[in-house]
């Protein structure tokens, strides 16, 4: 090591020399997760509403799930998919396939992150379909690899001064009030024939049928807002695929594994997916991801056309059974459900004391937001104007930490989003909530 480090902590040394591309929501050294906390080295220990960003969703070093990842390390850490079979890859599917939204989703292959599962659903549907284009949302988040930030629109930095991106992308609105230009009380069957309008206009005017591979969305949009899509937006792009022989893929990378109260979100439409990506709470920390699909349609690949070093690793697809098995014996939705109606009831009573303030409360299950007011909208939306205070958004989130709770922004709009342990208690949730509420009144009351 350089001599520098001789008179400067090991921590603040490292720091200086962290690639600047990186951006942290605090300065602090993580030094242990424990189910719903995170210690620091400066003796924080903080109360985490997110989960490494949906990941730890059975909280942090759960006992069985890393017990079970530790177990695996003496018996066989790196087994290459494609020199052979190992048992937990295979043990993994069996665990995974009671849990499918629709049975007929039946061939598995797992890599390690939500960007390579996106990619290679990009992949599989241009050479299942023979064809090239691919219609993403606007707000829409899939990821930093190069297919991956092509048709992630949340936000520019992700592919700000890397153009050209992957050709043969385009986009049309999701259903959010905010890419239609609509106010807030807007009604959810405007919102959603505005947007299947605006598909139909790009299926006639930008990217025929005949070119179109796939239609990619996040059920309830990530990192565009934390916003649920309406069952009839699902089940329209669902028909406007059927009609043109188009794929859907459904990316529930955030949103699956119980997030959202059911094991993945796309089952309270009803909709099938012909490709679905899960990655974060897969494994409960193990970089994992799965894209599942369908076996009549995973057998127009030829081997070898999917692959990768690290894919499906033995140690990572260990822990996701053990999170399977988890998630009933602990009778985790139920608990997601119930620990859900509290959040909403904190976070609606915060709206109603606050109505000017802030514009919704939304989200499903235990991925739910607050945005607030901001002058990006006061046009459309006369109600929630220009005289609510600047930057709520991570003003509140900044406060929430200094009272010992990590909380996350998101999007483009002053949005915060909570991302709690899934099997989080009920005294934890009511701790989370009250720092919240504390948090927004004091910022509110400063301007």
Known sequence: MSSSSSTTPLAEF????VTKGLGQLTSGVMTKGQGSYMAFEDGRNMLDFTTGIGVTGLGHCHPKISGAAAAQCMELVHGQCSIAYHGPYLRLIEALLPMMPDKSLDSFYFWNSGSEGVEAAIKM????????????????YHGRTFGAMAVTKSKTIYSEGVAPLMPGVFQIPFPYWHQLGLPSTASEEQIVQQCLYQLELVLKQQSAPSDTAAILIEPVLGEGGYIPAPAAFLKGLREVCDKNNILLIIDEVQCGFGRTGTNFYIENSGVKPDIMVVAKGLANGFPLSAI??????????????????????????????????????EKILDNVNTRAEELYACLNACRDKHPSIIVEVRGKGLMAAVEFASPAYSIYDPVHNTTAPKSLASRVARRCIDKGMLLLTTSVYEVIRFIPPLNISQADMQKGCNIFAEALDEVVREG
């Open 125 to 140: 549907s241009r050479i299942i379909t023979k064809k090239q284009n691919i219609i993403s949302m606007q707000g829409g």
């Open 14 to 17: 490292g720091k200086k020399h």
């Open 292 to 329: 599942i699909s369908r076996t009549e349609l995973t057998d127009k690949l030829k081997p070898g056309q999917l692959g990768g070093t690290y894919a499906g690793n033995a140690v990572a697809c260990a822990a996701a059974i053990a999170v399977t098995e988890v998630m009933k014996e």
